[in-house]
C-alpha cells in the first residue's frame, strides 16, 4: 500500500493485493511505486518504508529515479561506515539514549550499494515506556534531524 502523508493523517492512494503471504519481492514492489511515483513527478518525494520496504535494492532503485527514502532497517542489515568494517546493526554496540548519522555507508556484504547515510536512533522512553531496541534508518537525506522527523 502507499500513501501520502498529510498533516498527522496518512491517506491511501495505491494498494495492490498479493495472492501470498508474507514479505514482496523487489519487483512487486516497483509495480506498486512505479504509478504512484510517475503520478508524483512534479513534486518532492520521501518514500518512507518500514522494514518490508528495506531492501538497498529498492532504495537504489529509487535513488536512481531521483526519489528520497528512508526505510527503516532490520537489526541484521549488514552495514559498513567509514569508522567501522561492515558487520551487522545489532553488534556495532549502540546504546540506550544515543543518536548516530553515519554519512556515506556500504550496505549488504554481496553486491554491496555504496553512498546512502544510515540514521541510528534510540530513545530511552517513549510514550513512558521503556524503548527495548533502536530505530535504523537507511535514506537519502542528509539532515539527521529531518531523518528522525520522518
Not at 512505479?34 to 518514500?47: H, I, N, Q, T
Not at 529509487?62 to 527503516?72: E, M
Not at 554519512?103 to 550499494?113: D, E, M, S, Y
Not at 555504496?114 to 541510528?120: D, I, M, P
Request: with cysteine; charged share 20%.
Amino acid at each position: 500500500m502507499v500513501t501520502i502523508i498529510w498533516g498527522h493523517h496518512a491517506l491511501p492512494i495505491y494498494w495492490e493485493l498479493l495472492p501470498k503471504l508474507g514479505s514482496s519481492s523487489f519487483r512487486e514492489q516497483k509495480r506498486v511505486l512505479g504509478p504512484v511515483l510517475a503520478l508524483l513527478k512534479p513534486y518532492p518525494v520521501v518514500v518512507i518504508g518500514d522494514r518490508e520496504f528495506h531492501s538497498a535494492q529498492l532504495a537504489d532503485w529509487l535513488r536512481v529515479r531521483g526519489v528520497n527514502v528512508v526505510f527503516r532497517q532490520k537489526k541484521s542489515a549488514f552495514v559498513a561506515t567509514s569508522c567501522q568494517p561492515g558487520k551487522s546493526l545489532k553488534t556495532q554496540g549502540f546504546k540506550s539514549g544515543e543518536s548516530h548519522f553515519f554519512k556515506n555507508v556500504t550496505l549488504q556484504k554481496f553486491a554491496p550499494i555504496h553512498g546512502f547515510n544510515l540514521g541510528v536512533y534510540w530513545q530511552k522512553i517513549h510514550r513512558g515506556k521503556k524503548v527495548k531496541k533502536p530505530w535504523y534508518l537507511l535514506t537519502t537525506l542528509d539532515n539527521p534531524k529531518l531523518v528522525k522527523q520522518l
